[in-house]
Every structure is written in structure tokens, then in C-alpha cells.
């Protein structure tokens, strides 16, 4: 994305060839900051503290990781190591365990002398795949809009609800929720995004309004409770959010709140789609509910809020009783069959271990 005049990718090697440069997203979108990262630890940091988040970025990141770890000590225990310091960062976004297997795959044939160069090759080789899916992704998810698109008035837009950020931010380039959008936009299909805050970390509000501005691309900032409401008043055409972990049954775990904009599109016949490349399906896993891993993180995240105060400052405020004890789940699954569609880099599936498998059949 291009942000002034420049163009950005999420995560690039260095002119040291061994750090990586990210945005830092913890400050936007008040402060545009970009980290140098060189260590496994700030790697680790990076992806727990959420400097960096979203599923495909975390891969992408880890895998970096991995190139560090092995510029440093390229033997089987310490890859063994780096695959189990990295992986416990965040439990849920299985992208991180796939890129993390796909380095340890490739990585382990080779002599000791190779690795570290391999290994930043494999991890520049992912992050521009990421970029390859989204795009197919995008164009997939575009013929989608396309289709709405016909059916409204000439010049109407189509009114698409997204919750969280799966946008560029999330991912290497494009997104995945975002790619459709940012392809009708190109094509100049009128659409219009309701971005959900998504508390309690506010991605919506602070990243995904962000992206929508510096695209050009309308749109309005809700609270998370408001989108059943404007479905029922016929005010969304269309809901795309992305995912963390799909399981090879199609149950789809996103952002907390996921489930709850689901069950609203099915009381009122609102199409509900799911944006993915095919790392983010799980196919150990059939059963949702039961299987995954849901994040528990830090009840200050529900308390405290981040903002920009009137004298410039970004800072936290709080606000709930100091004494309130708060929970903090960061994701919930959103059953099979509450999804209209799996828009994947091969086209849009039926969310079913039967339209996976149709639109992934090496996967048997
Ligand atoms: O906790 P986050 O910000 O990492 O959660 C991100 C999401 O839930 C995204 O929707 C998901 O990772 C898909 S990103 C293409």
C-alpha cells in the first residue's frame, strides 16, 4: 500500500540482509513507525506484543525468525528451538505453525553451511506468495461484488460490513478481506465499507479505517454492536471478514465478534464470506469449537483503551472501575454453516470439508 508516496509492503529484509524492517502497528494510525528487528527475541516480541498481527503477517514474520535463528546457529537443535519459542507467541492464527513447519521442512535436508541463506530466501519466498494469494484472493472476491453490484441501481454501492483488519496490514500486501474491495475500487465499482471498531484492540477503527482513507475507499466507522442493526434495516450487502484458522470442516475462527456479525447476516439473508489463502486452513482440525486454541490475552486490553490525546500524545486511558475484573478472548468460531463462501486463491468455496476438498483435492 502506498502510504504518501511510497509504497510499503508490511515486513522487507534490511540493506543488511539480516534484520527485518516492519511497520510497527501499535501506534497507528496516529504514528507511522517503522522497527528494525535482527533477533529471534525481538521477533518473538514483535509478534506477541502485536507490533506486527494478523494471520498471514505472522507467518511471514516467523519465518524471519527462522532465517535469524539459523544466521546464528544453523544446527537441528536450534531450529528445533526456534520453531518452539516462536510458535508459542500466539496460539490461535494457524499461519504461524504453517510457516514455521514449511521452514523446518525445507530447511532440515540441507548441509549445516547452507541453511542461513536458504532460509532467507524460503522466508522472502513467503511473503511474496502471501502477495500472489491475496491477489487471486482479490480477484475471486471481485466477481463477487461485481455480481451485487449489478443488482443495485446504477452508481448505488455496494455496502460491505467488515470486522477487524484483514486488510494489507494483516498480510504482506493487498489482505485478504481487502483485496476484493481494493480490486472493485480499481475497476471503479462504487462500494462503501462499514468498518467494526473491534474492541477491545480497536483494529477496525485504527487500521482498517486507516487503509480504507489511504485508498480512497468510502467508508464509515461503527461500534461492533451497530451491524445487526443496519442489517436489518437492509444497509449491508455483503459482510467480508478474513480468518486466523479454518478447519477442514469450513468452521471459521476470526476476531472476537466474528460469530456474533455471522448470526446477524443469517436472520437477515445478508451474504457472509470469509477471505483466505489456503495457509490459513487447518486441515488437522474438523471441529471448531472443540479444537482451536482461542488466545486469552491480557484483561488491560479490555480496560484500557489507546488513543491520541488533545495535546498530540498517544496514550491509554482507562475505562472501566479500576477494581473490574475483565476477560479478554481474542477470537470465537463462527460454525460452517453460517458461511456463504470461502473466498480462497482458487476460487470461492463452499464452507464444507466437501468444498474444501473440491477446491483442494491434493489435500486427500
Ligand atoms: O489479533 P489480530 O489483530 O492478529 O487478529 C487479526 C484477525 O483476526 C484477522 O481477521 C485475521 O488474522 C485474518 S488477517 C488476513
Not at 11 to 40: A, C, M, N, Y
Not at 215 to 241: F, K, S, Y
Not at 317 to 340: G, K, Y
Request: glycine share 8%; aromatic share 6%; proline share 6%.
Amino acid at each position: 500500500m502506498n502510504v504518501g508516496d511510497r509504497h510499503y509492503r508490511t515486513i522487507w529484509l534490511s540493506d543488511d540482509k539480516r534484520s527485518v524492517e516492519i511497520i510497527d502497528q501499535r501506534w497507528l494510525p496516529h504514528d507511522f513507525r517503522i522497527e528494525k528487528i535482527g533477533t529471534v527475541a525481538g521477533i518473538a516480541t514483535a509478534i506477541r506484543d502485536m507490533w506486527v498481527r494478523g494471520a498471514p503477517l505472522i507467518g511471514v514474520t516467523a519465518a524471519y525468525g527462522v532465517a535469524m535463528q539459523m544466521a546464528d546457529d544453523p544446527s537441528d537443535a536450534a531450529l528445533d528451538a526456534v520453531w518452539e519459542t516462536l510458535h508459542e507467541t500466539r496460539p490461535t492464527a494457524i499461519n504461524l505453525r504453517w510457516a514455521l513447519d514449511e521452514m523446518r521442512r525445507f530447511l532440515r535436508p540441507l548441509p549445516l553451511a547452507e541453511r542461513a541463506a536458504a532460509a532467507y530466501r524460503r522466508a522472502g519466498e513467503i511473503a511474496d506468495e502471501d502477495v500472489g494469494l491475496n491477489r487471486a484472493i482479490g480477484a475471486n472476491g471481485l466477481e463477487i461484488i461485481k455480481a451485487i453490484a449489478a443488482r443495485k441501481q446504477k452508481g448505488e454501492p455496494v455496502n460491505i460490513l467488515t470486522h477487524c483488519n484483514a486488510g494489507w496490514l494483516a498480510t504482506v500486501d493487498y489482505g485478504t478481506a481487502t483485496a476484493p474491495i481494493y480490486l472493485a475500487t480499481e475497476a471503479g465499482i462504487p462500494v462503501h465499507v462499514y468498518v467494526d471498531e473491534t474492541r477491545p484492540r480497536n483494529q477496525g477503527a485504527q487500521l482498517t479505517a486507516w487503509e480504507m482513507a489511504g485508498h480512497g475507499v468510502p467508508h464509515t466507522l461503527i461500534v461492533d454492536n451497530a451491524g445487526g442493526h443496519l442489517m436489518q434495516r437492509g444497509e449491508i450487502d455483503m459482510v467480508i471478514v478474513g480468518t486466523d484458522r479454518t478447519t477442514a470442516d469450513g468452521d471459521v475462527c476470526n476476531k472476537i465478534g466474528t460469530y456474533l456479525k455471522a448470526l446477524a447476516a443469517a436472520d437477515n439473508d445478508v451474504p457472509f464470506y470469509v477471505a483466505l489463502p489456503s495457509p490459513t486452513i487447518d486441515w488437522t482440525v474438523g471441529d471448531g469449537l472443540t479444537e482451536i486454541p482461542i488466545e486469552q490475552r491480557s484483561p488491560d486490553e479490555v480496560s484500557l483503551v489507546w488513543g491520541k490525546t488533545a495535546s498530540g500524545e498517544i496514550a491509554q486511558v482507562r475505562v472501566s472501575p479500576e477494581a473490574t475484573p475483565a476477560a479478554n478472548p481474542a477470537f470465537d468460531v463462527t460454525p460452517a454453516r453460517l458461511v456463504t463462501g470461502l473466498i480462497t486463491e482458487r476460487g470461492v468455496a463452499k464452507a464444507s470439508r466437501e468444498g474444501l476438498k473440491a477446491m483442494f483435492p491434493e489435500r486427500e
